[in-house]
Structure formats: C-alpha cells, structure tokens
T-cell receptor, first 111, second 114 residues
C-alpha cells in the first residue's frame, strides 16, 4: 500500500468548509484512496473513497488530482461534531483487506 | 440496525493473566477484523477473518495472541500471559462481502494490564 502524508492538525471555523489534504505520490494504478475519521473515544468511521474521479456522498466530497498523487477531503459545512482525527489511506482493491492507518490529521472545528 | 458490539467495554487485569475479548459483528457481514490502538498511537491491524477462508494473522504481535470466529459470526480475541505493553483499546470491525473498504467499527474494549 502506498504511503500517505497528512498534516498533523488543522483548524476550521464552524460552518465553513474544511479541506483536508493528503499526499500519496507513490500510489499505484489499482490503489484507491479511502478516508476514515475517528471521533474521540469512538471507533473509526468510513467516510468516502475514490480511484480517480471526484466523489461525493452525504458526508463529504473527495477531490483527487489528475495525476492521483494527492487528494483533498472536503467537509462542506463543518460542525463541532466533525472534530476528529481524519485518516487518508491508499490501498489496493484486491486481496489486501486490512486498513493501514497512519497518524492522520486532527481537525479542530472552532465555534 | 445494530452495529458492531464488543464486550467488555473495559477490562483491568493483572500481568500474567489471560483475557478474552468478544466481538459481535453486524449480521450478514462476512468479514471481521481486529485492530488495536495504544495510547497516542495509530490503529494497528491484528487479524482478519473472511468467510471460511484461513484467517490473515499477519498482524498478531506474538504467539500470546490468538483469535477465533465461530459459526462465521462472533469472534473472540484471546491474549495469554498479558504484559503491560498489551494495554490498549482493542477494536473490532466488520464489513460486507465485496466491500472490505467499508469497515464498521465497534466501540472497542479498553484493556489495562497492571
């Protein structure tokens, strides 16, 4: 699985968009980008994933650059409940089913 | 519907004792995973079960750790002769067939070895 690099922490004002970057410059052609988050004292929660097209669901949007070397998770209107550690994971879609979590980005949404 | 449940939520044990941690996955999910998270650390994969296939035990840190999954549902993680470095939150997750990327995590068991 490709290594991912994320900033250790970010702040965002409540109601504003939170844009969380992730670098995965060594990603291979069959590796997807997955995003999870972990709210304090809870288990991780799946958010979204993508291969090369931008994706959107009820939680967030995922923008993947054309060269696939980086991506951005967008929370369009951050709330205090979005304060969490956000993990970006690059993983092949084949037999490797375990998730390799890095250190993630601690997003602090400020009132 | 019901999510992944784990028991106990907290376990304090003395060094050298054996412990068993239980996980009830979401009904119908074919895959089950165990991870652990030590204080201030990221999540570490331990073991993975998929249907009737042989489990992927590549993440187990030592032979004191073992896990089984009975009837394709409930799983038990056993740690023998616990050590202080085993103290962590042990998280279980399950996922639907063909969607292993979408793992649903339980609340975890906080294990403290004194």
């Amino acid at each position: 699985d490709a290594k991912t690099t994320q900033p250790p922490s970010m702040d965002c004002a409540e109601g504003r968009a939170a844009n969380l970057p992730c670098n995965h410059s060594t990603i291979s052609g069959n590796e997807y980008v997955y995003w999870y988050r972990q709210i304090h004292s809870q288990g991780p929660q799946y958010i979204i994933h993508g291969l090369k097209n931008n994706e959107t669901n009820e939680m967030a949007s995922l923008i993947i650059t054309e060269d696939r070397k980086s991506s951005t998770l967008i929370l369009p209107h951050a709330t205090l409940r979005d304060t969490a550690v956000y993990y970006c994971i690059a993983r092949g879609g084949g037999a490797t089913n375990k998730l390799i979590f890095g250190t993630g980005t601690l997003l602090a949404v400020q009132p | 519907g019901a999510g992944v449940s784990q028991s106990p939520s907290n376990k304090v044990t003395e060094k050298g004792k054996d412990v068993e941690l239980r996980c009830d996955p979401i009904s119908g999910h074919t895959a089950l995973y165990w991870y652990r998270q030590s204080l201030g650390q990221g999540l570490e994969f331990l073991i993975y079960f998929q249907g009737n296939s042989a489990p992927d035990k590549s993440g187990l840190p030592s032979d004191r750790f073992s896990a089984e999954r009975t009837g394709g549902s409930v799983s038990t993680l056993t740690i023998q002769r616990t050590q202080q470095e085993d103290s962590a939150v042990y998280l279980c997750a399950s996922s639907p067939q063909f969607r292993s990327y979408e793992q649903y995590f339980g609340p975890g068991t906080r294990l403290t070895v004194t």
